[in-house]
């Protein structure tokens, strides 16, 4: 089952690559782009897809970097939580035991 798994992950992978080289080839116009205060020199237009793309993952990343800080936070105090409960609970289940003896 695993090198199912593996075999669908490299198949997978390969369409991505040989879609993103059909992407390159197929977008060889060069465009300079143009900010308001700045100009980019000129460059294919895939590469400005790609990097903008990049660009975008980069800052959803560290968008969602204050909610997965918070919710690993969480995480660690509801195990400790966790633990601790587990703990009185062992003590009253040994404390039950010894008051029948």
């Known amino acids: 089952m695993r090198w199912i798994k593996g075999l669908i992950l490299a198949v997978i ?3 991505v690559v040989l879609v993103g080289i059909l ?6 116009q060069t ?6 205060w700045l100009e980019l020199p000129a ?7 790609l990097a903008t793309l990049v660009f975008g993952v980069v800052l959803g990343m ?6 997965y800080v918070r919710l690993k ?3 660690a105090r ?3 939580q966790n633990k601790q409960q587990r703990k009185e609970l062992d003590s009253l289940r040994t404390q039950g035991f010894k008051e029948l003896a």
């Open 13 to 15: 992978l390969l369409i």
């Open 78 to 80: 509801s195990q400790r």
């Open 31 to 36: 465009i300079a782009l143009n900010l308001i």
């Open 43 to 49: 460059i294919s237009l895939s590469v400005w897809l």
């Open 73 to 75: 936070a969480t995480l």
């Open 62 to 67: 560290l968008a969602m970097l204050g909610v």
């Open 23 to 28: 992407f390159a080839v197929n977008n060889q």
